[in-house]
């Protein structure tokens, strides 16, 4: 640690030397303060005025100096006085992060470090899918609607026809909201369990024509397996015009499915039932993978059903006759489709869970 020194040649070399010592030992004791405590202890060591370092100087060097001295030593101690006080006072502002130059000198980036590498994100597998649906549709003419994914009774059940009690109901393994015993039945909220509320919603909105898919996700109370998952996603579609038949529905579907999966992919139809389309079909598509030979994909049978479709129930018009839909002038028909078995088909993904666990060793394979 700096100690002033007595002394006693004042010739102008050796008082050079002295006050380089000093200002020296000024510098690397600033440049140590780091903290509040540290800065004070530094201060009251050079300045205190008693027995400070400027005030031992003022004894040790100035009162001690002979008469033809004085003068050259008075000048370079009020020098030094000024040296020290800036000093100190810059520490301190160093210290409080206050002094321009010294933050950026804290702050300087180092050009020759490695950057900070921002991996480019991919669309998930599923949001491919839901995409390349809408995109063949599109080119046929149809836009895109979206609905809430909370849903009430009204639009996910009654306007499509499931009346109250009706056991349809139970085949849609609904999730309710807790809590609305006190409201009307129709009113209720519930997770929705297909996209098919947004045909309501669509023909609500505008009269006909229509031609809309509705992408999105939808709930269902299952029990995860390797083909259930309590949320998937559905991509639904509507077409109501005059004349629409249900050759129109076997064409457009047909020409969907080849459009995603490869022309030489064949559909079939077979009856089914849901309370919003009559009559009602199953879809299913030859085996992409086997060409329709049986596989393990296809469960030998070298059919995969991915649809559900059907011609809107006049019953279903019913609801939004007022929109012009009367279902003596017009038809339609509306189709429901799996998107999460569309991926799983197009990627030849074996485990619906693998979609929804968000592990990024899955999910980079299709960046
Ligand atoms: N909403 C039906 C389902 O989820 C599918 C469907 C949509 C059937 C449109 C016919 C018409 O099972």
């Excluded at 297909?194 to 939808?218: A, D, E, F, L, N």
């Excluded at 009559?279 to 049986?294: E, H, R, Y």
């Excluded at 939004?320 to 002038?329: E, I, L, M, S, T």
Aim: net charge neutral; hydrophobic share 35%.
């Amino acid at each position: 640690m700096y100690q002033v020194p007595k002394l006693t040649d004042f010739s102008p070399a050796a008082l050079d030397k002295a006050v380089t010592e000093l200002t020296s030992a000024l510098e690397q004791e600033c440049a140590k303060a780091c903290s509040e405590p540290e800065w004070k202890a530094l201060r009251d060591r050079w300045m205190a005025r008693k027995n400070g370092i400027l005030t031992q100087v003022n004894d040790l060097w100035l009162k001690a100096a002979p008469a033809e001295a004085k003068r050259e030593v008075g000048r370079r101690v009020n020098e030094l006085r000024a040296h020290v006080e800036n000093d100190v006072v810059a520490a301190q502002e160093r210290m409080a992060g206050r002094s321009g130059s010294d933050r950026l000198a804290a702050e300087r980036v180092d050009i020759t470090l490695p950057g900070i590498t921002r991996p480019i994100g991919a669309r998930h597998p599923v949001l491919q899918a839901l995409d390349d649906v809408v995109k063949v549709f599109k080119s046929m003419g149809y836009s895109v609607e979206e609905g809430p994914e909370v849903e009430t009774d009204y639009y996910n059940f009654e306007a499509l026809n499931f009346p109250p009690n009706h056991p349809a109901r139970d085949t849609q393994d609904t999730i309710f909201l807790a809590g609305q015993d006190k409201k009307p039945a129709r009113d209720r909220l519930l997770l929705r369990t297909h996209t098919s509320p947004v045909q309501i919603r669509s023909m609500q909105k505008y009269p006909p024509p229509v031609r809309v898919v509705c992408p999105g996700k939808v709930h269902r109370h299952d029990t995860p397996d390797a083909s259930h998952s309590p949320l998937f996603h559905q991509v639904e579609g509507l077409a109501v015009d005059t004349n629409i038949t249900f050759c129109d529905l076997k064409g457009t579907l047909d020409h969907a499915m080849k459009a995603l999966f490869g022309s030489s992919v064949k559909t079939r139809f077979y009856p089914s039932f849901f309370p919003f389309t009559e009559p009602s079909a199953d879809v299913q598509i030859s085996c992409p993978f086997c060409g329709g030979k049986g596989c393990r994909t296809c469960k030998q049978s070298g059919w995969i059903e991915l649809l559900g479709c059907g011609m809107v129930d006049p019953n279903v018009f019913d609801f939004v006759r007022d929109n012009g839909y009367d279902p003596g002038k017009i038809s339609g028909f509306a189709f429901g489709m799996g998107a999460d078995r569309v991926a799983m088909l197009r990627y030849g993904i074996d485990d619906i869970q693998l979609l929804f666990q968000g592990d990024v060793r899955f999910l980079e394979q299709f960046a």
